[in-house]
């Protein structure tokens, strides 16, 4: 039985003996992938539901320090793309290196350490609705390291701080409670609290206000500018990429059709990405 | 019928991992014990009243046609052995479905369409593990228990009936409640055969509600909408797949103790 990680029930620790064989063998025959200086790298990427051709062929790059804002209409393949990334998904054809490692190649049992590398802020924040604030950022502490209860108190502290939240507010209000950019803090908190080198979000600022999304993207500024985070952040929002961004990629119809600093889209002359900024 | 195949498949494979699960760390017990928590508080009011009303309306039918030929004094009979052998562990199991399969299904389904699964899953966790495997054996020990209690109330049920009206002594009733559950025997001496049965199938019942629910709640697509959705298919698929299970646990339950 092969497991498909396409699979929503997929388990990252299942399989092990298979899949300790798998990795052993993976080990002898294992090349050194070529280094890159990106962090997160496509290369060639394809990926279809059935007769749904959503990437075809996507090739793009993040360093360290770098902030690459994917644009696009709803329905392109945005957010399939940090799946991707997250390894949610495999690519049909192509590749997607992490840290110069190919995804693909990564075993269900090695999966964990790969995504110990990321953090991940999702759409709707996607905060655990029966866990207060204190235990959806701990979650990944208490998951997977032997931190003791005062550590991990001091590091939430710490994190809910960082997003400018008052920890003793917030700490024990459940996700209910919260306001859309409050939740959208605590999502990002519960992301770095591991410290992650790369950090991903989907649509971070979609539904808030202007003023919360302004807010937000200052945070995400913050991030790459005090912990030079590498960070793919997915919008349709321009303004927000304006602001954010140090790349962009524009997709469209399963392809990049643009790619380059947010100044050089700005005066491009190409009639889709005109009429996507306006 | 392809996409039925693939269902089936996706369901054993599920199964197949819960299973796993069950028996490898890590261990999420804190869950399990707040399932049983929410599993119990959420039927067992339900379940009291499906015994009592179940044990009654059992007492007043049978006693229609048992006065006819004088034999009210085996009412306790037909009540409890239809209770403890079938209708206990099918009404519970069916009652316990409607509430409690109802809201795993619904619970997992809002988790997968707010991508708190695929959250899961980013940190390393694995949802079955996670979500489904306390689910499951919270239902393994629930379900035989809240059995008891419904099993319980419809014999208590069927006593009020025979005591207020059809005149008959508690002890009479009693005793021939006795009488039934004594018949096919005892295991270690003091538990009856009947009751083994009887408990044997609602542990099997848990299992499928748990499995059946969480199985439509994590392939929940589509939104609030598809929350709905998994909740109704569960609920559904769960009773067919109880009342089917209970015909051939019957065959089997009776080859290997009575026959
Ligand atoms: N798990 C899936 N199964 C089938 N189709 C999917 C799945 N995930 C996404 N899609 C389809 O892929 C396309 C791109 O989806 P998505 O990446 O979510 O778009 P975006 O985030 O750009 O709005 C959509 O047409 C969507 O229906
Ligand atoms: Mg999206």
Redesign the interface.
């Known amino acids: 039985m092969t497991e498909s990680p396409n699979d929503p029930t997929r388990d990252g620790a299942a399989f092990a003996e298979e899949v300790r064989a798998e990795a052993r063998r993976e080990l002898e025959t294992a090349t050194t992938p070529e280094r890159s200086s990106d962090l997160v790298e496509l290369r060639d990427v394809r990926l279809s539901f059935g007769d749904n051709h959503v990437l075809n062929g996507i090739t793009m790059g993040v360093g360290a320090g770098q902030t690459l804002c994917i644009l696009g209409g709803s329905g392109v393949g945005k957010s399939t793309v940090l799946r991707l990334i997250l390894r949610l998904l495999l690519p049909d054809s192509g590749e997607v290196l992490v840290e110069g490692r190919d995804i693909s190649a990564v075993s269900n049992v090695d999966v964990l350490e790969l995504r110990e590398r990321m953090g991940m802020v999702f759409q709707g924040s996607a905060l655990f609705d029966s866990l207060d604030v204190f235990d959806n950022v701990a979650f990944p502490l208490y998951e997977h390291t032997g931190m003791g209860d005062e550590a991990i108190m001091e590091r939430v502290h710490e994190v809910l701080s960082f997003v400018d939240l008052d920890p003793d507010d917030v700490l024990r209000l459940l996700p209910a409670e919260l306001s859309g950019g409050m939740r959208k803090r605590v999502a990002i908190a519960r992301a770095i609290v591991h410290k992650p080198p790369i950090l991903l979000f989907d649509e971070p600022t979609s539904g808030l206000d202007p003023i919360t999304t302004r807010t937000i993207d200052e945070l995400i500024l913050k991030l790459r500018r005090e912990l030079s985070v590498c960070a793919v952040v997915v919008t349709h929002d321009i303004r927000s990429a304006a602001r954010i961004a140090t790349e962009t990629a524009l997709l469209k119809d399963g392809q990049i059709i643009f790619n380059g600093t947010p100044e050089e889209m700005f005066s491009s002359e190409d009639s889709y990405v005109r009429t996507f900024l306006s | 019928m392809f996409g039925i195949a693939v269902s089936v498949h996706?369901y054993f494979?599920?199964l197949?991992?819960l299973l796993?699960?069950c028996v490898?760390r890590p261990f999420y017990r804190r869950d399990v014990v707040q399932q049983m928590d929410t599993i119990g508080v959420a039927s067992l009011f339900i379940v009291v009243l499906t015994g009592l009303f179940t044990g009654m309306v059992l007492a007043l039918q049978s006693a229609v046609e048992m006065e006819r030929f004088g034999a009210t004094i085996y009412i306790g009979r037909l009540v409890g052995a239809s209770t403890v052998r079938e209708l206990g562990p099918v009404l519970t199991a069916l009652m316990v479905t409607g509430r409690a399969g109802a809201g795993m299904a619904a619970a997992i389904g809002?988790?997968?369409v707010?991508?708190?699964?695929?959250?899961l899953?980013?940190?390393?966790?694995?949802?079955?593990?996670k979500l489904v495997a306390p689910r499951f054996l919270a239902a393994l020990i629930m379900l035989p228990l809240l059995t008891i209690v419904a099993d319980l109330v419809a014999i208590l049920g069927g006593l009020l009936i025979a005591v207020v009206k059809l005149d008959l002594t508690a002890e009479l009733y009693m005793r021939s409640v006795y009488e039934t559950l004594a018949q096919t025997g005892f295991v270690l001496r003091y538990i009856p055969i009947d009751l083994i049965q009887g408990l044997v199938k609602p542990l099997a019942f848990g299992g499928i509600m748990a499995v059946t629910s969480c199985f439509y709640g994590?392939?929940t697509t589509g939104g609030t909408e598809g929350v709905g959705r998994a909740t109704t298919q569960a609920v559904v698929t769960t009773s067919i797949l109880v009342l089917a299970v209970d015909y051939f646990l019957t065959q089997i339950l009776i080859v290997l103790f009575v026959g």
Do not use: H
């Not at chain 2, 707010?114 to 959250?119: C, G, I, P, W, Y």
């Not at chain 2, 899953?121 to 593990?129: A, F, N, S």
């Open positions: 996706e494979t599920l197949a991992r796993r699960s490898t809002a988790m997968r707010t991508e708190q699964v695929d959250a899953r980013t940190m390393g966790v694995d949802p079955i593990r994590l392939r």
